[in-house]
């Protein structure tokens, strides 16, 4: 059984996700840790447990989700796994924070392994199924457990809302195309932990959200 512990890091609200099983072998979603005190926070987290990471996964690369990348590759070894679209058809995190001044704030680690649709992501004794789910970036990936019943959106849907489309590779007519394939196709009582706010269920967001 894989227990989920979301972590809400830097100034855009991130959600970071810590993924583990009894096995201990953990993997990290979104690293958006920016402040001493956040990373602080997540490496306490992990050496607590006596967990060891064997995965640093990205949903997306815009920047408020990789700003933790460089303080997880120092400090575990661990570079970023993602699409190839995300490298190839945005401009680097640290291009991209030059948008919002926080250039400084950011260190570009190159991708270890870029991730497709349908990969699973194995650790311990339990496994991410990959589902590609472009429109808010180019490559943007979420990672479903069916056993244990929940998906990782990143930014493609929230809460009653989805993501934006008004920023680098983003398409609106993609994203809602492919949120409804591939996440409302899950079974409705599917917990949907997003990039930003609180999480919600496939079945809410089918009745409920205003977008789909």
């Not at 059984?1 to 993997?27: C, G, H, Q, R, W």
């Not at 995300?86 to 991730?115: C, M, N, Y």
Request: proline share 5%; glycine share 8%; net charge negative.
């Amino acid at each position: 059984m894989i227990t989920v512990k979301p972590f809400e890091f830097n100034y855009f609200s991130v959600n970071t996700y810590l993924l583990y099983d009894d096995t201990k072998e953990a993997v990290l979603i979104d690293c958006g840790c920016l402040r001493r005190e956040e990373e602080k926070e997540l490496s306490e987290f992990i050496s607590g447990r006596e967990l060891t990471l064997t995965h640093l996964l990205c949903t997306h690369l815009h920047v408020d989700h990789v700003f933790g990348n460089a303080f997880i590759y120092r400090t575990y070894g661990l570079r970023p796994e993602a699409h190839r679209a995300e490298v190839e058809q945005l401009p680097s995190p640290k291009e991209q924070a030059r948008r919002f001044g926080l250039e400084d704030k950011v260190e570009d680690i190159t991708v270890e392994k870029f991730l497709v649709g349908n990969d699973r992501i194995r650790f311990g004794t339990s496994e991410l199924q990959v589902l590609l789910v472009p429109g808010h970036s180019p490559g943007s990936l979420c990672f479903y457990s069916e056993p244990d019943g929940f998906v990782i959106s990143g930014d493609a849907l929230f809460n009653r809302s989805i993501g934006r489309t008004d920023l680098w590779g983003g398409n609106m007519d993609v994203l809602v195309a492919a949120i409804k394939d591939k996440l409302l196709s899950l079974p409705d009582e599917t917990i949907v932990y997003p990039g930003h706010g609180p999480e919600t269920r496939v079945v809410d967001e089918i009745l409920n959200n205003p977008f789909l």
